[in-house]
């Protein structure tokens, strides 16, 4: 799948934005590190550069959109408080974010959210409301609890403030690992992919854009091949965190604009990877962190490339689901 020719002017997050966000969320977010492996390169066939968000604060890179937004939210409209909702990281990411302010954030999370992530949630002072993802709409969730509290509605992905913040990932990847070939990133909503690709082609404009779905939750690659935004049914996958069931209003036409492709990745191929970078890397992820690299692992990723950015999303899993794998 090839990308439409990039024209970064009709992209409404520029790589100024990303730069100032890096520096709004000093305070929290960390300059997570850029790790390799000899052994890893060696299966996959290139030099992959891994940005490690699993060794992020609340130990994903959504604390970099979540702090991001409501570091911008006027400080009048902070003190009602925020919420979201999410199957975890980002709950996270909003909660350790409205605690470092000292105002309120009640979470909308689905019944069937990993217990690492609710009680990671919950530690950081989070009210939790629970829904059920198979019967209920969690954006018509999120907005009725914003409206009876009058809180600020931070939503996961598909706002400029959060694209700006998740971009910062990238921006920092890009300065540690020059000259890269290609990023590859995982797609949930798109947020996380739309920064990335904004950061890499503003940087480096003939850089290749990857990025990666759960082949049970391809969303994105089935409306991109349809130009035009497709839902899915409720995806099972073992990556939660990319159980998106459509693409983003604002994320879409970015994706649309700046990814080169999308490779779609099985159960088996999430496990191995997340196998391989836990025994071999000695890197926890969970299987949604494991997403990226696993078509490197599999060499899924087309011929000629040699210096690839691997992002890391995040590091939340149960024990019981690791030690299942």
């Known amino acids: 799948?090839?990308?439409?020719?990039?024209?970064?002017?009709?992209?409404?997050?520029?790589?100024?934005?990303?730069?100032?966000?890096?520096?709004?969320?000093?305070?929290?977010?960390?300059?997570t590190p850029v790790m390799t492996s000899r052994s890893f390169d060696a299966e996959a066939g290139v030099s992959a550069f891994f940005k490690c968000e699993n060794l992020q604060t609340g130990a994903a890179f959504k604390i970099r959109g979540a702090t991001n937004f409501i570091y911008s939210i006027p400080p009048e409209d902070r003190a009602r408080g925020v919420v979201a909702?999410?199957?975890?990281?980002?709950?996270?990411?909003?909660?350790?974010?409205?605690?470092?302010?000292?105002?309120?954030?009640?979470?909308?999370?689905p019944l069937d959210a990993p217990?690492?992530?609710?009680?990671?949630?919950?530690?950081?002072?989070?009210?939790?409301?629970?829904?059920d993802r198979f019967k209920d709409d969690r954006v018509l969730v999120g907005k009725k609890l914003a409206a009876e509290t009058g809180a600020t509605l931070v939503p996961p992905y598909d706002h400029p403030w959060i694209i700006a913040g998740q971009?910062?990932?990238?921006?920092?990847?890009?300065?540690?690992?020059?000259?890269?070939?290609?990023?590859?990133?995982?797609?949930?909503?798109?947020?996380?992919?739309?920064?990335?690709?904004?950061?890499?082609?503003?940087?480096?404009?003939k850089i290749r854009v990857i990025g990666v779905e759960p082949a049970d939750g391809n969303d994105t690659d089935l409306s991109l091949r349809a130009g035009k935004r497709i839902e899915i049914p409720p995806?099972?996958?073992?990556?939660?965190?990319?159980?998106?069931q459509i693409p983003g209003e604002l994320t879409f036409p970015i994706l649309?604009?700046?990814?080169d492709e999308v490779i779609l990745v099985t159960e088996?191929?999430?496990k191995a990877a997340l196998k391989f970078l836990l025994l071999r890397l000695k890197i926890l992820t969970e299987p949604s962190g494991a997403v990226s690299a696993a078509p490197v692992l599999a060499r899924k990723?087309?011929?000629?490339?040699?210096?690839?950015?691997?992002?890391?999303?995040?590091?939340?899993?149960?024990?019981?689901v690791l030690a299942s794998l």
């Open 1 to 31: 799948m090839i990308a439409m020719p990039v024209s970064l002017n009709s992209i409404p997050v520029t790589l100024a934005d990303i730069q100032a966000a890096s520096v709004r969320i000093r305070p929290i977010a960390k300059h």
């Open 85 to 109: 909702f999410s199957s975890g990281n980002h709950a996270q990411a909003v909660a350790i974010a409205a605690q470092s302010l000292g105002i309120a954030a009640t979470i909308a999370m």
């Open 115 to 131: 217990r690492t992530k609710v009680e990671g949630t919950r530690a950081r002072g989070a009210r939790i409301v629970n829904y």
């Open 167 to 205: 971009g910062t990932a990238v921006l920092e990847l890009m300065e540690q690992a020059p000259d890269l070939d290609a990023i590859v990133v995982c797609i949930g909503g798109g947020g996380l992919m739309s920064g990335s690709a904004i950061a890499a082609k503003s940087i480096n404009p």
């Open 235 to 244: 995806p099972t996958t073992i990556a939660d965190g990319l159980r998106a």
């Open 256 to 259: 649309q604009q700046l990814v």
């Open 268 to 270: 088996d191929e999430i």
């Open 301 to 320: 990723l087309p011929a000629g490339l040699k210096r690839v950015g691997v992002v890391l999303s995040g590091g939340n899993v149960d024990w019981e």
